[in-house]
């Protein structure tokens, strides 16, 4: 006997859908850092941080932030490479600068939490165990 289409039941959408069912259960994210220094912009985007002042300055009435990041695509997309050369210089110099930062940031980090490598392979009671026959060997 074929079934029709009136038998079968309609999927429910809503366990289709990315994280239905999940309930209000989030994931829980690491806590950035306010301290971390920031990656440091692309040539692009130093480009881009160049032409958006200038085009609100020619153009003061459009407010679309759309319009002038396609503007500026277009913009970079038809550049030469030596066009592009003085932008990736400047975000090199800012790539160095931040590879700086970001190791003293990392030496600061280790500096503050030397618990989180052991010195040593021994476990704490076998340090305390070292620490208990040292003291019974002064006692003789």
């Known amino acids: 006997m074929p079934k029709s289409k009136a038998d079968s039941k309609p999927a429910d959408n809503k366990l289709k859908r990315?994280?239905?069912?999940?309930?209000?259960?989030?994931?829980?994210?690491?806590?950035?850092?306010?301290?971390?220094?920031?990656?440091?912009?692309?040539?692009?985007?130093?480009?881009?941080?160049?032409?958006?002042?200038?085009?609100?300055?020619?153009?003061?009435?459009?407010?679309?932030?759309?319009v002038v990041s396609k503007a500026g695509g277009s913009k970079w997309s038809s550049m030469s490479d030596?066009?592009?050369?003085p932008y990736a210089a400047r975000a090199g110099k800012k790539k160095e600068e931040y590879d700086r930062l970001i190791l003293a940031y990392n030496r600061k980090l280790e500096g503050k939490n030397p618990s989180e490598e052991d010195e040593s392979d021994k476990s704490k009671s076998e340090v305390h165990d070292d620490e208990e026959d040292e003291?019974?060997?002064?006692d003789e």
Do not use: I, L
């Open 18 to 66: 990315k994280g239905a069912g999940t309930g209000s259960k989030q994931s829980k994210k690491a806590a950035k850092d306010p301290n971390k220094p920031k990656r440091p912009p692309s040539a692009f985007f130093v480009f881009m941080s160049e032409f958006r002042e200038q085009y609100k300055k020619e153009h003061p009435q459009n407010k679309s932030v759309a």
């Open 82 to 85: 030596a066009e592009k050369a």
């Open 135 to 138: 003291e019974e060997e002064d």
